[in-house]
């Protein structure tokens, strides 16, 4: 019986999957925690993946070729995303690393970071120290990586088999692009080491040249070959009259841009329209602002009023801008055939080295407007007003005002504060005057009056409008520049023009006052904006 029972006990097989299961609990448990762990360490790397794509952006944003920018560029991403006190510092959920032994496992606050000069053939050349700061060689930098070190994950279950180390990090690569947006298509030629702010006032001279021309002096004006769009109901090949326009390029372009030097067609014309001249059927000022002047004409361009066969010197004598008859025109006080006779300020001097050419060390680049020719300006138009009273006038407050002479652009703006009795209070007032005696015996007399109020309000560009005398022109570096071609564009100028063109020769040149940097779209001291950067990653 004892013996039946055995057998039988033998040969049962119910409940003989219990010992394989209770055998394989040990492999399943390890095989759950390798897989829930990896997951934790895939999502640790995502989160510093993101935090270095982030950090990366950051640090991007600031290579602007500044001799700062490599310290500017730590600095935004330390001071953003690698501080446990910022509002958006990267954290991490998983990992179990203090980095700056705070207490706080979370925060990713150690970074490192390389620069370098270039990305050609998928790959990044010419490193960049970062110790260069603040020398000219941080200026070089234009490509960023940054690296977060490895970082080990909270373990689940993996310690239970050690079947990971749980280790991850993470490395990114940004640059910083742009597209030059809203701007009109123009363009000087900038001297070696340009800075805009470093010719704060300074006067320009603009001066076109032709295509095949391998002048690459500063000052040689040309255009941009950006995608520009006429105006609406304006006929016409695309470019011939944008100097006059008012539209604001709502096309943008990249950062190659090739350059075409010289006046086309009728540029010169179409440019005078901003300080009231029309002439050869340039159009009237249109409803958007293109071809229309500026309410403040004050500038070198004079009216000439002349009277002839007078019977008396006396006679002569007795005329004035304001007398009735004789034949008008107008001419450029700084034309030499005039201006022995010109014995006033005829509008915003322009420096006499600036006009000659031999100005040092740029030939067509001054050092703006003196004390001397702001005095005797002020003094001949607005009965001597201080300095600190035009920079008050134009928003600086009393105690804080610049210790420096005002410029010509900003003399402008104080005019225009109070239009009627600071322009147009001063129109045909005679700056100069000539007096020939005719072989007959009589006399003639030619006055040259100044005629800064513009009362054609048929022409006056509308009020929404920035003003017609500021432009944003981008500054290029003209080295070895050979008619048209790529050009390397330095940064973007605001300049206030002080001229018209000139009516002949070949460069049809005007002359600019320098106004610093241009600053970007939306501010309101420059009449079109001029770029926007994006800081993109590369990988």
């Keep these: 019986m004892v013996g039946k029972a055995i057998r039988k006990f033998g040969v049962n097989e119910d409940g003989a999957i219990a010992p394989l299961y209770a055998l394989s609990l040990f492999g399943l448990v390890a095989m759950a925690g390798v897989g829930f762990d990896y997951a934790r360490v895939m999502a640790l790397d ?3 993946q993101n935090a270095a794509d982030q950090a990366a952006l950051a640090a991007a944003s600031q290579l ?12 935004a991403t330390n001071a953003t995303f690698a501080s446990s006190g910022s509002d958006f510092v990267n954290v991490t959920r998983l990992s179990n690393i203090d980095d700056d032994a705070d207490g706080e496992t979370r925060p990713i606050t150690q970074i490192s970071y390389t620069f370098w000069e270039d990305y050609v053939d998928d790959a990044p050349v010419r490193v960049v120290s970062e110790q260069s700061t603040p020398s000219n060689a941080a200026t070089k930098a234009k490509i960023v990586q940054v690296a ?3 970082r080990q994950v909270r373990y689940a279950l993996t310690p239970i088999v050690g079947a990971i180390t749980g280790n991850a990090g993470a490395t990114a690569m940004a640059s910083l692009t742009s597209a030059y947006c809203k701007v009109p298509p123009l363009m000087f030629c900038a001297p070696p080491g340009f800075d805009a702010d470093d010719y704060f006032g300074s006067g320009l001279k603009m001066h076109s040249v032709p295509s095949t021309s391998t002048d690459s002096n500063p000052g040689i004006f ?3 070959d950006f995608p520009y769009t006429r105006p609406e109901g304006l006929s016409g090949n695309n470019l011939t009259t944008s100097l006059g326009w008012a539209n604001t390029n709502e096309n943008c372009t990249g950062e190659e841009v090739e350059a075409q030097p010289g006046i086309v067609d009728k540029q010169g014309e179409a440019f005078n329209t901003r300080f009231g001249v029309y002439q050869n059927g340039i159009p009237d000022c ?3 602002g293109s071809f229309c002047a500026s309410r403040n004409q004050t500038k070198q361009l004079v009216e000439t009023k002349r009277w002839t066969q007078l019977a008396s010197e006396a006679d002569a004598d007795a005329k004035t801008c304001t007398s009735t008859g004789g034949t008008t025109g107008s001419a450029l006080a700084t034309d030499p055939a005039i201006s022995g006779d010109i014995d006033a300020p005829a509008g915003y001097e322009i420096e006499a080295c600036v006009l000659a050419g031999d100005c040092s060390p740029y030939g067509r680049i001054g050092d703006g407007w003196t004390s001397s020719n702001f005095s005797e300006y002020m003094s001949f138009y607005h009965g001597g007003t201080s300095a600190n009273s035009v920079f008050q006038g134009i928003g600086y407050d009393a105690g804080s005002e610049p210790a420096r002479t005002p410029t ?4 402008y703006q104080w005019e225009n504060a109070d ?3 600071r322009v147009a209070a001063n129109d045909n007032v005679e700056v100069g005057r000539a007096t020939v005696q005719e072989n007959n015996g009589r006399f003639s007399v030619t006055l040259y009056c100044a005629r800064p109020e513009f009362a054609d309000a048929t022409q006056l560009a509308p009020s929404s409008l920035k003003d017609r005398r500021a432009l944003t022109i981008a500054a290029v570096d003209c080295t070895d520049l050979r008619g048209s071609g790529v050009v390397d564009i330095i940064n973007w100028v605001d300049v206030f023009l002080l001229t018209t063109t000139a009516s002949n020769g070949q460069e049809k040149s005007f002359y600019v006052e320098m106004n610093g940097e241009a600053t970007p779209p939306g501010a309101n001291n420059s009449f079109q904006g001029y770029t926007k950067r994006k800081a993109v990653l590369i990988r």
Excluded at 64 to 75: F, M, N, P
Excluded at 408 to 411: D, L, S
């Design 286 to 288: 249109m409803n958007d």
């Design 408 to 411: 010509r652009y900003e003399v």
């Design 148 to 150: 977060i070190g490895n």
């Design 419 to 421: 239009y009627a009795n």
């Design 222 to 224: 040309g255009f941009l």
């Design 64 to 75: 602007d070729g500044k001799e700062d920018s490599i310290v500017r560029a730590i600095q």
């Design 46 to 48: 995502s989160e510093l």
